[in-house]
């Protein structure tokens, strides 16, 4: 059964860094793509970041690109979203995808603010 758990959210000020992180079994890790997404409050979700298994090859929104990266460790089964420079638009809830299985996590709530 594949289960996905985010952890690192927080409150942080404009211009900080927060490390998202995302713990994803059930399945063989590394051979699969792995997204992050969020969502805010009365918004859609949206993708912002995804990495393929093999090569790990990374893509990102427009809006996040050149702050956020997304990186995997495949010996620790696990995903993470380096965000630099916050913004307040930033704040959402983040979570974590698994396209092949179509699998969430339970979101971790990340909060821009002074």
């Known amino acids: 059964q594949v289960h996905v758990v985010e952890s690192g959210g927080g409150l942080v000020q404009p211009g900080g860094s927060l490390r998202l992180s995302c713990a994803a079994t059930?399945?063989?890790?590394?051979?699969?793509?792995m997204s992050w997404y969020r969502q805010a409050p009365g918004k859609e979700r949206e993708l912002i970041a995804g990495?393929?298994?093999?090569?790990?090859?990374?893509s990102y929104v427009d809006s996040v690109k050149g702050r956020f990266t997304i990186s995997r460790d495949n010996a620790k089964n696990s995903v993470y979203l380096q965000m630099n420079s916050l913004k307040p638009e930033d704040t959402a809830v983040y979570y974590c995808?698994?396209?092949?299985?179509?699998?969430w996590g339970q979101g971790t709530q990340v909060t821009v603010s002074s």
């Open positions: 990495i393929e298994g093999i090569g790990s090859s990374s």
């Open positions: 059930g399945f063989t890790f590394s051979r699969y793509a």
């Open positions: 995808y698994v396209p092949r299985w179509a699998r």
